[in-house]
Nanobody, 120 residues
Framework: QVQLVESGGGLVQAGGSLRLSCAAS????????MGWYRQAPGKQRELVAA???????NYAASVKGRFTISRDDAKNTVYLQMNSLKPEDTAVYYC??????????????WGQGTQVTVSS
């Protein structure tokens, strides 16, 4: 079993920055894919950014150039640096991790979510 602990959300003014962290704990696994998703009130959950085990990244068009995803494999942690925040970035942000057990068994885990609120 893998547990994800998120941190770093909060209230910030437009133009400000926040850094989200998501640490995975457990044993017997390696992390394949790590991503951040967000869900605003009344909207569907959407991908914000993702990073593969090889370091390839993918960003939503709305955050490209403002957000940076990174990972520290030694700490089993993924980060999301958010700069130039806008009110439309307000949402609950969720960490998503795909882990591999052995050579061919995968499982998908979600964090509990952390609120990001950007005031205008």
């Amino acid at each position: 079993q893998v547990q994800l602990v998120e941190s770093g959300g909060g209230l910030v003014q437009a133009g400000g920055s926040l850094r989200l962290s998501c640490a995975a704990s457990g044993s017997g696994f390696s992390i394949n894919y790590m991503g951040w998703y967000r869900q605003a009130p009344g909207k569907q959950r959407e991908l914000v950014a993702a990073i593969t085990s090889g370091g390839s990244t993918n960003y939503a068009a709305s955050v490209k150039g403002r957000f940076t995803i990174s990972r520290d494999d030694a700490k089993n942690t993924v980060y999301l640096q958010m700069n130039s925040l806008k009110p439309e970035d307000t949402a609950v942000y969720y960490c998503n991790v795909v882990v591999r057990y052995g050579s061919s068994s995968f499982n998908n885990y979600w964090g509990q979510g952390t609120q990001v609120t950007v005031s205008s």
